[in-house]
């Protein structure tokens, strides 16, 4: 069959190197992926375009690239089903820099991946044989071991996009990988300096909860829901003086209270009602919202049945004294 791909180039060595778009079409099998389209465009019709591939079986992680607008790897999407309006529409990973066409410079990805230190740090006397963990205490780390570091979730981190300071996806969820290993910290498997270093900004905290992560990830890793474990795993290890930690205790306090959110109070409460110059960097969006109406109601009333929203508190924490 005959597939159309718009591909989005970039030539660093041009005279004036700025990236362009432009169409092949070429022939593959009728269950071809996307990757071996673009490889006949490379061994058919232009041998100067770059891509990076190696086992076109989804494992190698080389293939990660936006394709129609979202990360994925190209070997494992088969080209008929990516077609829209005639065409499939191919870019370079996101939130890297381009090197040429569609192969980006993984630097910073290695970088983050490295400043969580991604190995084992059992803490306490060394065992006399091997350290053991139970099956059961390693099942849940299945799914996060899976990962084959192609990217696809940094490329589309919608944070990173805005800070590429944020440690990112992929190296958190690596975290969560250590942190959640019972022979890594100390002799309960708690990985407090781990946690301490991630409640720090740029970290678990920072994550906006967008789900682009998760959808694009073609292993199944969730990272996200990763990180949202890390927070959990932080807060029980007292790391709860944090405007992450505020923030979750304020919102949850207020939902359970009154059955719904109090906005006027959930800022003050996440940064801490103290701290004045925090405070003060969100005069512009109070102003805002009262100049446009939609600051919230001074006096926070509970909705009619708030006691309903508490009983499904109580059912998922346990009943506490209120
Ligand atoms: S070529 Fe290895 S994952 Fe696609």
Redesign the pocket.
């Known amino acids: 069959m005959d597939v159309t791909l718009r591909v989005k180039r970039f030539d660093p060595e041009a005279a004036e190197p700025e990236p362009y778009w432009q169409d092949f079409t070429v022939n593959i099998e009728d269950n071809g992926t996307v ?1 071996d389209a673009l490889i006949k465009i490379r061994e058919d019709i232009d041998g100067s375009f770059s891509l990076r ?12 690239m936006r394709i129609n607008g979202h990360a994925g ?4 999407i088969q080209a008929p089903t990516a077609i829209v309006n005639g065409v499939i529409t191919v870019e370079p990973a996101g939130n890297m820099p381009v090197v040429k066409d569609l192969v980006v410079d993984f630097d910073s990805f290695w970088d983050k991946i490295m400043e969580i230190e991604p190995y084992l740090k059992p803490e306490g006397p060394e065992p006399e044989a091997e350290y053991i963990a139970s099956n059961e205490s390693m099942l849940h780390l299945s799914g996060v071991t899976s990962c ?1 570091m ?1 990217g696809a979730c940094v490329s589309d981190c919608t944070v990173m996009e805005v800070d590429p300071t944020f440690l990112g996806p992929a190296a958190l969820a690596k975290a969560y990988r250590f942190t959640a290993d019972p022979r890594d910290g100390d002799e309960n498997g708690v990985s407090k300096d781990r946690l301490e270093e991630l409640t720090k900004p740029s970290g678990m905290w920072d994550c906006t909860r967008c789900m682009e992560c998760v959808t694009v990830c073609p292993k199944g890793v969730a990272p996200m829901d990763r990180i949202m474990a890390l927070r959990d795993q932080a807060m029980a290890a007292g790391f709860t003086n944090t405007n992450g930690a505020r923030h979750t205790e304020a919102f949850s306090e207020s939902v359970e209270h009154s059955g719904w959110l109090d906005e006027l109070r959930l800022v003050p409460k996440s940064v801490g009602i103290t701290n004045l110059s925090a405070l003060a960097g969100y005069a512009p969006i109070a102003i805002q919202a009262l100049t446009h109406g939609k600051m919230p109601p001074i006096i926070h009333k509970k909705i009619e049945k708030a006691g309903n929203v508490r009983k499904l508190f109580d059912k998922i924490e346990g009943p506490k004294r209120h």
């Open positions: 990757l591939c190696s086992c076109r079986s989804s494992i190698c992680g080389s293939c990660a790897l190209a070997c494992k084959i192609c």
